[in-house]
């Protein structure tokens, strides 16, 4: 049986579902995925994001969000302008992962974006995950623009490198 994979921009329907499997596989960090999730889904409702899904025989197995209001990204507000994506939320489900999937839907999310005429696409990293960084800088992501922190909802402080890709 031919697999079937399609990418689109997920509705609140699916967004539901993909977040409280989110919830479920972190209980270590529950009430962070419970804040994310009812972020997430006002974003895509307010027009703030749009969350892409990659979804194999009906099942969704990777996802990225573009966060495409400037003004909403305290931390980027420096780094970005309105032709400016930020991209994030990149997450592939253990079993599919290494297969393409996630590439697929990453290639059709950044021509989605160039349609909508977003030129410039910026992402943030750890700068201890040096495989992410590498994947990022295959992707044409090689132009560091800043260094700063993140702030988790339960308080957890991360660094974060931000890079660019024109």
């Given at each position: 049986m031919e697999e079937k994979f399609i990418c689109k921009i997920a509705s609140p329907e699916e967004m539901?579902?993909?977040?409280d499997y989110e919830i479920e596989s972190n209980p270590s960090d529950?009430?962070?995925?419970?804040?994310?999730?009812?972020?997430?889904?006002?974003?895509?409702?307010?027009?703030?994001?749009?969350?892409?899904?990659?979804?194999?025989?009906?099942?969704?197995?990777?996802?990225?969000?573009?966060f495409i209001r400037q003004d909403l990204l305290p931390d980027c507000r420096d780094v970005m302008d309105e032709h400016t994506a930020y991209l994030g939320a990149f997450r592939t489900v253990e079993a599919w992962r290494g297969r393409g999937y996630f590439s697929r839907l990453f290639s059709f999310m950044l021509e989605d974006l160039k349609q909508r005429g977003f030129t410039k696409f910026l992402l943030g990293v750890e700068p201890e995950e040096t495989v992410n960084q590498s994947i990022y800088a295959h992707w044409g992501f090689t132009e560091l623009v800043k260094s700063g922190t993140n702030t988790y909802p339960d308080g957890t402080v991360i660094r974060v490198d931000y890079y660019l890709k024109q």
């Open positions: 539901d579902r993909k977040w529950r009430d962070n995925w419970i804040t994310w999730k009812a972020e997430a889904i006002s974003g895509r409702l307010s027009g703030v994001s749009l969350p892409y899904y990659g979804i194999l025989d009906g099942n969704i197995i990777c996802e990225a969000t573009a």
